[in-house]
């Protein structure tokens, strides 16, 4: 829009839309708020998608607890219901339990809101996990995005607490033996472990205070603590721009990709509602969480096979891998590791996972900025320590099913958990050795496309009777995707202004030895140069002979 | 290397010169509805004709909810309207989505562009104009100079929030000795769960299993779950010469019938299953395996303390009655579980 058009258009009498612009503009400076980020780049990737998933999610959990916040009661107290679901007529439950059966049953539209909301958290957990590991196998959490990697790191543990606080609200029986596992697990931490579930309980378990105070959690701190961090999220993705995949034309100093308006307002508006539609198909045809099922809590019975919502599942799982009879007795004080090791375990682990960032640049002490991302290849032990961590994390998750996976299989079951421990132990160091190679594997593999070409498939013989297979060269957008990445030395313990070596300097040339002692460099000017330089015109290659050739020149 | 990189140190990487310059973005493809009016007016009734798909999903929505009012004790009124309703919401938005995505991807440029980056950090003369704004107001306020309005500020921060913490003290009553007594106690009858029926110990056949609470605990008005989540009992008969007893508990047990805590040690869930012929008792939730015949200690899993046993004896009438309250505390462990 240049000046001239804006004072024709002014003095041609604006349309609705115009002088509602113009009213705005006049107001609230819009103009320059569209003129800001209305043409804002944003790269194309499917798995930058991963994050808006969980957004959506985020949205649609928002509104689909809304409407289901005007029918549910979030008490304890005890009633005799008397709704239209037949086999529990009469029982003895409480309102809670009872409002959510009448979301099902007696409200139109309750129940498919139900699975809407249950299915869109299962959906923004999964989204979100998955963000996060692409997050950390691309290393984009690398300066500036640091401080970012922890706000969705806490998103992800908000994610969890508001799961598992609207799983309890039904009071019905599995997510009340949920929560006693909870409070058997409180009760467990040393000195004010009882005091604690005392607090949270409101007195004695399962009392009648806890389902009104995870409510209160639920619809209000927890959702309200997702929304600033989300918004601190998004904040932090505006001020860094977002990361893009090295390829042609994209450096640390740009972004490439598609503006804001129109493109992503329509691909990314479009796929929020496409987001809504699978959940709300899924929604529609499969059952989740049928609580008249399971009847209103009560602390006697139990079904066999019973599983948390599966990103609680790690954690069960923990409880069931961990050692039996390792209990601590200090003058009679009791610390039940049966509970404590399970605990330490998982919150090292996600401390782990909240410090790596920090961690890695320890190591590098890469101080540059970073917007290309990293092919995971290209970071073999970055990537072999993810794959560590998630095996680990599936070990965990797996032993939430022992019981199922036994029963399924016909196998001991006790052999089977037996199983899991062995692998919980052995599994993170099979992943990280097997990963590292393949990485290591296939980065080799890059550095032979670029020195000699793609292998064709095509073998042909030469006059003098030599058989030889055409490489093709590839070019130059392919070859710089191969070729454009951060490769790091390891550095040397050296002794400091007093002739001492610390014994951080120590660590950290250790651990940068692990890091890269194996390295793959990418391919230099000098050796590209040399495998090219007396190449036949058609790039057919010899690749021994050519060797001997490079050694010789 | 680009301006962003120079201006801080690499740490360990390399610096390997590049065998090709940077070769740019790729060229455009041309899309067919680049080229031809023809396929984008295609497009352009493809996208129209999605739209309309949502507006027939939001109707069948709309249709769903009156068509199938709640019958009571009829569930596939539920069902049928949560389906279409479910259903016709999917197709109204997946109408749209796909209408946006799709003229998105046929009929928006697809060219990519290039937009400039900018470090994260203030250039050195906005640091310098933001430092001399702190040291301004730094000395307007005597912040650093005046150390006793300081430190006393520091004093009431600190202090301030206490109350905020202490008004939660009365989430929940103080612990006392309640999580190491439940309502059995001497001559409290064994009652079926959840009938309240008392148990005469000549019903009880060998193997059989019967889950069992406090007489009483059935017409409780108030506290019924608490209690019930400390005092439920698992019954069994088993032959007595199967049975491993500790001397000094023999007359704890009744012709073989025993009744131990239903209260796992290891978290609390109910331990509810039982395994005739190994004498076995599972806990659903983790695994843990206690021995019946062995003092149910634990013989697999989690747990780290035996089932505790509730002494039982037969009254006048034949019924099964408890001695006394266990011995020592049921459930999970506890810091002072032992004091």
């Known amino acids: 829009m240049t000046s001239t058009t804006d004072t024709s258009t002014t003095e041609a009498k604006p349309g609705f839309v115009g002088g509602a612009a113009n009213y705005l503009d006049e107001r609230l400076s819009v103009s320059a708020v569209l003129k800001g980020f209305g043409r804002k780049v944003f790269p194309d990737h499917w798995s930058f998608m991963l994050g808006e998933v969980a957004l959506y999610s985020f949205v649609i959990l928002v509104l689909s607890g809304t409407f289901l916040t005007f029918f549910y009661q979030p008490s304890m107290a005890e009633v005799h219901y008397d709704g239209s679901y037949a086999p529990l007529k009469g029982a003895q439950m409480s309102i809670a339990y009872a409002s959510s059966l009448d979301i099902s049953f007696d409200i139109r539209g309750g129940l498919i809101m139900r699975q809407v909301h249950h299915w869109a958290a299962l959906l923004f957990v999964a989204a979100a996990g998955l963000h996060m590991l692409r997050v950390f196998f691309t290393g984009a959490f690398r300066k500036p995005r640091e401080l970012n990697w922890v706000v969705g790191f806490l998103l992800f543990l908000m994610g969890m607490g508001a799961g598992f606080t609207g799983y309890s609200l039904p009071d019905d029986l599995l997510s009340g033996n949920g929560l006693r596992i909870i409070d058997g697990m409180i009760k467990g931490i040393p000195v004010i472990g009882t005091a604690f579930s005392s607090g949270f309980f409101g007195g004695e378990f399962p009392g009648t205070e806890v389902v009104a105070r995870l409510y209160s959690l639920h619809i209000m701190i927890l959702p309200a603590l997702i929304i600033v961090l989300i918004g601190v999220h998004l904040m932090m993705v505006i001020i860094h721009k977002h990361t893009h995949y090295s390829g042609p034309g994209r450096t640390d100093d740009n972004v490439v990709g598609y503006p804001l308006m129109p493109v992503y307002v329509a691909k990314a508006g479009g796929f929020f509602f496409l987001v809504f539609g699978v959940v709300a198909a899924i929604a529609a045809t499969f059952t989740i969480n049928p609580i008249w099922n ?9 079904s066999a096979g019973t599983q948390p919502d599966w990103y609680i599942g790690w954690l069960d799982g923990a409880l069931r891998l961990a050692p039996s009879g390792w209990d601590i007795s200090i003058f009679d004080y009791v610390i039940p590791m049966g509970v404590m090791v399970p605990l330490i375990v998982s919150l090292l682990f996600l401390a782990l996972v ?172 000098a050796e590209y140069e040399l495998a090219h330089a007396d190449h036949a015109p058609e790039a057919v290659e010899q690749k021994p002979s050519r060797k001997r050739k490079s050694i010789d020149a | 290397m680009s301006d962003i990189e120079k201006s801080y140190s690499p740490g360990l990487a390399t610096d390997i010169e590049k065998p090709i310059a940077n070769p740019g973005i790729e060229p455009h493809r041309i899309r067919m509805t680049d080229k031809s009016e023809k396929h984008a007016r295609t497009a352009e009734r493809q996208i129209a004709v999605m739209f309309g798909v949502s507006v027939v999903g939001a109707i069948i929505a709309i249709w769903g909810f009156f068509a ?41 440029p697809d060219n990519e562009v290039s937009e400039m980056r900018h470090q994260a950090r203030s250039s050195d003369e906005t640091r310098a104009q933001a430092l001399e704004i702190v040291k301004l107001a730094d000395g307007e306020s005597g912040f650093s100079r005046r150390k006793l309005i300081r430190r006393s500020m520091y004093g009431a921060l600190v202090f301030f929030p206490i109350p905020a913490i202490i ?51 059935s017409e409780m008005e108030e506290h019924k779950l608490e209690e019930k989540a400390k005092a439920a009992v698992l019954l069994v008969r088993v032959n007595p010469s199967d049975l491993n007893e500790d001397p000094a508990k023999a007359d704890w047990s009744y012709q073989g019938i025993v009744a131990y805590s239903k209260i796992c040690t290891h978290v609390g869930c109910p331990v509810a299953l039982y395994e005739q012929h190994t004498h076995h008792l599972l806990c659903p939730c983790h695994q843990s395996t206690f021995d019946l015949a062995n003092h149910c200690e634990v013989v697999f899993g989690p747990a780290s303390r035996s089932l505790p046993q509730l002494p039982i004896a037969v009254d006048a009438e034949g019924y099964l009655i408890a001695q006394s309250d266990f011995l020592e505390p049921v459930g999970p462990s506890f810091w002072d579980i032992r004091k």
Request: net charge positive; with cysteine.
């Open chain 2, 167 to 217: 008004i939660f003290g009365d989430l929940g009553p103080v612990v006392g000795d309640t999580l190491k007594h439940t309502m059995w106690k001497a001559g409290t009858r064994l009652t079926k769960d959840p009938t309240g029926i008392p148990i005469k110990a000549s019903d009880v056949t060998i193997g059989s299993v019967f889950h069992v609470i406090p007489e009483g605990l």
């Open chain 2, 68 to 108: 199938f009012p709640i019958v009571d004790g009829d569930l596939s009124a539920t069902r049928n309207n949560s389906l279409w309703m479910g259903l016709g919401m999917a197709l109204s938005m997946f109408g749209i989505g796909f209408g946006a995505v799709h003229w998105a991807k046929t009929l928006m």
């Open chain 1, 294 to 302: 399971y009847g209103p809590y009560d602390p006697s019975p139990v």
């Open chain 1, 354 to 525: 909240a410090a790596y960032p920090f961690i890695e640049n320890w190591v590098t002490k890469d101080k540059r900025e970073h917007h290309v991302l990293d092919r995971p290849r290209n970071a073999p032990t970055r990537t072999a320590i993810g794959a560590a961590g998630v095996t680990f994390y599936a070990v965990l998750w797996a032993g939430a099913s022992t019981d199922l996976i036994a029963t399924n299989f016909q196998m001991s079951l006790n052999q089977v958990l037996v199983a899991m421990q062995i692998m919980l132990l052995i599994g993170p160091g099979i992943a990280y050795f097997v990963t590292k190679r393949a990485c290591i594997a296939l980065q080799n593999k890059d550095r032979e496309v670029v020195l000699h070409g793609r292998e064709t498939g095509r073998v042909v013989r030469l006059p003098h009777g030599e058989y030889i297979e055409v490489h093709e060269t590839v070019d130059k957008y392919e070859l710089w995707k191969l070729i454009d990445y951060k490769d790091y030395q390891p550095v040397l313990a050296r002794p400091d202004s007093n002739g001492k070596i610390s014994l951080s300097n120590r660590l950290r040339s250790a651990v940068s030895k692990i890091y890269f002692e194996d390295r793959i460099a990418p391919v230099s000017k």
